[in-house]
T-cell receptor, first 119, second 116 residues
Framework: EAGVAQSPRYKIIEKRQSVAFWCNPISGHATLYWYQQILGQGPKLLIQFQNNGVVDDSQLPKDRFSAERLKGVDSTLKIQPAKLEDSAVYLC?????????????????FGEGSRLTVL | AQKITQTQPGMFVQEKEAVTLDCTYD???????LFWYKQPSSGEMIFLIY??????QNATEGRYSLNFQKARKSANLVISASQLGDSAMYFCAMTQFRRSARQLTFGSGTQLTVLP
């Protein structure tokens, strides 16, 4: 079974430029998450999708961050314009819909992450 | 709001010894789940173990066990017979249901170093 795919793995940009990250979740996983992990900290949830609808985007800085999940499968996270403090690893994760256990209840499967450096 | 606290920024353990990584949580929910993830230097998050709030027995997965004390709101990870490959960042996380969907909140992590 293929895991969560993310690209690019690394991106270096200058402040005020824009960047986009792509995520393809595990087939059949209805829930998709974007997390931001700043160096030395735990991941922080940015946005959560259930199929193609947004469940929670309360911690997404909407003045510069946007995300979409067209057709309820893959997703794109965009930052425009980037700030120095946006330097972080952006992790995408997916899980089965609530009520479907399929093994460990509620386990999230993570991609390898996209490391962003803003200069 | 729920909160996960990991008070040990770094831990050292001798190879083949056991180590306990601390985790306390705060929630007003009756139904929740507790997870431990491992993050090696390569960056991927690897699921280790899960404990449901209604599970009466402590979860075990190979060399990993979760010491769940519900009244104290603690969910410590015990790694037995440490190996050099266990050196990594370890995150405690809690899931709860919000708006009919599952959310996962992470602690700040503990950096474990296994010494030869």
């Amino acid at each position: 079974e293929a895991g969560v795919a993310q690209s690019p793995r690394y991106k270096i940009i200058e402040k005020r430029q824009s960047v986009a990250f792509w995520c393809n979740p595990i087939s059949g996983h209805a829930t998709l998450y974007w997390y931001q992990q700043i160096l030395g900290q735990g991941p922080k949830l940015l946005i959560q999708f259930q199929n193609n609808g947004v469940v929670d985007d309360s911690q997404l800085p909407k003045d510069r961050f946007s995300a979409e999940r067209l057709k309820g499968v893959d997703s794109t996270l965009k930052i425009q314009p980037a700030k120095l403090e946006d330097s972080a690893v952006y992790l995408c994760a997916s899980s089965l819909a609530p009520g479907l256990t399929g093994g460990v209840t509620g386990e999230l499967f993570f991609g390898e992450g996209s490391r962003l450096t803003v200069l | 709001a729920q909160k996960i606290t990991q008070t040990q920024p770094g831990m050292f353990v001798q190879e083949k010894e056991a180590v306990t990584l601390d985790c306390t949580y705060d929630t007003s929910d009756q139904s929740y789940g507790l997870f431990w993830y491992k993050q090696p230097s390569s960056g991927e998050m690897i699921f280790l173990i899960y404990q449901g709030s209604y599970d009466e027995q402590n979860a075990t997965e190979g060399r990993y066990s979760l010491n769940f004390q519900k009244a104290r709101k603690s969910a410590n990870l015990v790694i037995s017979a440490s190996q050099l490959g266990d050196s990594a960042m370890y995150f405690c996380a809690m899931t709860q249901f919000r708006r009919s969907a599952r959310q996962l909140t992470f602690g700040s992590g503990t950096q474990l170093t296994v010494l030869p």
